[in-house]
């Protein structure tokens, strides 16, 4: 990975990407307590700003924080500055895959591969096929195993999957796909 130890200019890029203001931050800490995944994050959301504030790259990128959030937006709406820090960690992912980071949680970004790559293929998500080929990825066969059963059992898994039928627009949607790093997860949740 090609980073200093700071890098001045990586604040302005991810402001940029995001489109949200994180220099307003007032480190008041109300979107790590408002987190329902505060307890997954080391450090929490705001010392994760600070770094991006400071330029310090590989620390922010390399942390586990930004693959521990999911995007549920509880922190924006909690923030008296309105940063989106969804938009924010969304930014810091594509960024730690592009500039082939260290992945904190490599588990999590399997994860997001098997779903993406089931979107390419499907245009829609085939959980049942997510779970075996991440179990297949992870080796971690039993693991949640009661929850599968469960989903099964409640018919909340599809055994085959079905294709949508606008699959010209979904194979578009990814060619448009502004980020490289949408492309990579992708691509390998199709060739693992
Ligand atoms: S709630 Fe907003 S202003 Fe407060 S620390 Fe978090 S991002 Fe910064
Ligand atoms: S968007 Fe991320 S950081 Fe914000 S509350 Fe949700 S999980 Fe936590």
């Not at 309105?82 to 930014?91: E, K």
């Not at 898994?157 to 627009?169: G, I």
Request: overall charge positive; some cysteine; hydrophobic content about 40%.
């Amino acid at each position: 990975m090609n980073v200093t130890r700071r890098d001045s200019d990586f604040g302005k890029k991810v402001i940029e990407r995001s489109g949200t203001d994180i220099n307003r931050c007032l480190h008041c800490r109300c979107c790590g307590g408002g987190c329902p995944f505060i307890a997954a994050m080391d450090p929490p959301p705001n010392n994760i700003i600070r770094l991006v504030q400071l330029g310090m790259k590989k620390q922010a990128l390399e942390s586990s924080t930004i693959w521990s959030c999911v995007g549920c937006h509880t922190c924006s709406i909690q923030c008296p500055m309105a940063i989106d820090i969804a938009a924010f960690m969304d930014v810091l992912r594509g960024l730690a895959i592009e500039e082939g980071a260290k992945i904190a949680e490599p588990d999590i970004l399997g994860f997001h591969q098997e779903v993406l790559g089931s979107i390419r293929r499907y245009g829609r998500t085939h959980k049942l096929e997510i779970m075996l080929r991440y179990k297949l990825k992870t080796r971690d066969f039993f693991g949640d195993m009661n929850v599968g059963l469960k989903m099964l059992a409640r018919r909340k898994l599809d055994l085959l999957p079905s294709k949508v039928k606008a699959m010209a627009e979904i194979r578009k949607a990814f060619e448009r796909g502004k980020s490289r790093a949408l492309q990579i997860v992708a691509e390998k949740g199709e060739n693992p």
